[in-house]
């Protein structure tokens, strides 16, 4: 069955150092998401992205964060200089309106953790 | 703004037993859909049912089904015959409309399922 996989798995970085997570969504899918959950908390959303442009980000998603669909399959998000608070589970998700539509499938997540 | 409650922060019963997790939502729309995801341990984001709002049968999947009442915005998911492997932090999700739309989530509920 396909599944989404993330890159790594695990990130440690300093704080004020820029981070890229990798993500490669469902081959078919058009639709992708980015979201995160600060250990403890809910999932939130960060940011969605369709036909190579953001079609909605949310107040998390400031300048520091964007998003890039480089080739084919990969489907990044960077951080440009990490804070603290930006230690979480980041998840990506992908969705395809001609399959089962309007589920979004999440990766495994990758863990970062800002110091 | 759509919002998501469980009102259930944690649940424990016995192996083999039937739990029923509470979730309510608010929302003005009519097209929209909802979700149950499963997070174990590993902290992966798992889907486990879904619901299109404007079906009126309960969505079921083998062990797991749901109670949907639309006028009263619940959906609450049933897990029969619950298995050790059932345990997780499960999220109640909400979606409107079709494309690139942002899942909101409900503050999880923690289930442990005891032997």
């Known amino acids: 069955e396909p599944e989404v996989t993330q890159t790594p798995s695990h990130q440690v970085t300093q704080m004020g150092q820029e981070v890229i997570l990798r993500c490669v969504p469902i081959?078919?899918?058009?639709?992708f998401y980015w979201y995160r959950q600060i250990l403890g908390q809910k999932v939130e959303f960060l940011v969605s992205?369709?036909?190579?442009?953001?079609?909605?980000k949310s107040e998390i998603f400031d300048d520091q964060f964007s998003v890039e669909r480089p080739d084919g399959s990969n489907f990044t998000l960077k951080i440009r200089s990490t804070k603290l608070e930006d230690s979480a589970m980041y998840f990506c998700?992908?969705?395809?309106?001609?399959?089962?539509?309007?589920?979004?499938?999440f990766g495994p997540g990758t863990r970062l953790l800002v110091l | 703004a759509q919002t998501v409650t469980q009102s259930q922060p944690e649940m424990s019963v016995q192996e083999a037993e039937t739990v029923t997790l509470s979730c309510t939502y608010d929302?003005?729309?009519?097209?929209?859909?909802l979700f149950w995801y499963k997070q174990p341990p590993s902290r992966q984001m798992i889907l486990v049912i879904r619901?299109?709002?404007?079906?009126?049968q309960n969505a079921t999947e083998n062990r797991f089904s749901v109670n949907f009442q639309k006028a009263a915005k619940s959906f609450s998911l049933k897990i029969s015959d619950s298995q050790l492997g059932d345990t997780a932090m499960y999220f109640c999700?909400?979606?409107?409309?079709?494309?690139?739309?942002?899942?909101?989530f409900g503050q999880g509920t923690r289930l442990t399922i005891n032997p």
């Open positions: 998700a992908s969705s395809d309106l001609a399959g089962i539509q309007e589920t979004q499938y």
């Open positions: 081959s078919n899918h058009l639709y």
């Open positions: 992205f369709y036909n190579n442009e953001i079609s909605e």
């Open positions: 929302t003005s729309e009519n097209n929209y859909y």
């Open positions: 619901q299109e709002a404007y079906k009126q």
């Open positions: 999700a909400f979606m409107i409309g079709q494309g690139a739309q942002k899942l909101v």
